[in-house]
């Protein structure tokens, strides 16, 4: 069985390729996430298997070394919810680990996962890695809010939005720190909560619209936008640069449901001496 080993890479990745499916394959693309996760449980990266020749891992907006058999953090996963996007052979994983073998705080990631439509090998990790000292986090309040959460499931088709629409939805949200007309495009809807690292507004208010002390025309829009986007859930992730935080590497994900904004969740590093994760720190 093909394992994750970066030396011997090349060889593998073609010789796992007589079996090449000819479209994306939906298991396929779940199989890879759950693979991530016991990487995440195991402090290894070596579950992950299927690797194109091309592989890159980005953690935190910058590429990075992604190692087989080398320990790292071991984080039991206390909670994972997945979007997949069939039309970009793409995944997002949000992922809440309360603990970890090095400093016990736990960790909160968002990860998108792009394969090739063709062979469905994993061309691209792309992971925003939040723990101590990143922007409110705190992975206890993160979890505890996102299990309030408990209606993040399949739309029915009448309360879908097309691709399109929830991409509007996450770009006029994400240009609104500099677009004064963006604020106006988005369809806030009522109620709507937004978990930001362990911040949760609305608490219990019918009335919140997710603009509740969110502040417009401050600076520029996120830049670097990579989109996974699932319509059966209704939801699109963003990963970017977060200009007015500095640049700081962040994940918006939004769900949309009869054409209104429902939830938000937001991860964003701040603290980018340490990133964590299961990988090291980048040098
Ligand atoms: C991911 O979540 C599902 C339920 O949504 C659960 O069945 C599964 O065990 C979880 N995986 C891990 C690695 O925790
Ligand atoms: C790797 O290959 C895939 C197609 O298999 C392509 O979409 C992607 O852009 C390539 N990545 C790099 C970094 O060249
Ligand atoms: C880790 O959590 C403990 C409490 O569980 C806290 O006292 C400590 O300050 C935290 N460390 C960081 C770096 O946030
Ligand atoms: C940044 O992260 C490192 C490693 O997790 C931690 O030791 C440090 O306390 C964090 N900074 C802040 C301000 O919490
Ligand atoms: C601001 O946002 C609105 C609504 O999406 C859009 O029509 C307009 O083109 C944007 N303006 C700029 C300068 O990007
Ligand atoms: C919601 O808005 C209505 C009408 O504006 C108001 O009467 C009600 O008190 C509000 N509820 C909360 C929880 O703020």
Redesign the pocket.
Known sequence: MLRFCLKSLPILAAASLPSARAACDRDALLETV?EW??GQ?MGLAGPLQNIAANFTYVQNNRVADITGGQLFRIMP?DH??TLVDMAACATYTELIMLTDSEDGNGSVVGVQIRHDPSDNSVFLIDAITTGPGDWVFNAMRTLHYAEVETDWGTLEPSQRSSRGYLKAVADNYLDMWTNLTAVDAVPWGQPCNRLEGGEYTGQGNANDTCKTSIPTGVGPADTNRRYVIDEEVGSVDVLSTFGVMDNAPDSHEFRVVNGKLRYIHAMTVTNLTAPSGLFPAIP
Do not use: G, L, P, S
Request: avoid cysteine.
């Open positions: 759950d996760m016991m449980e996963v994972n919810r």
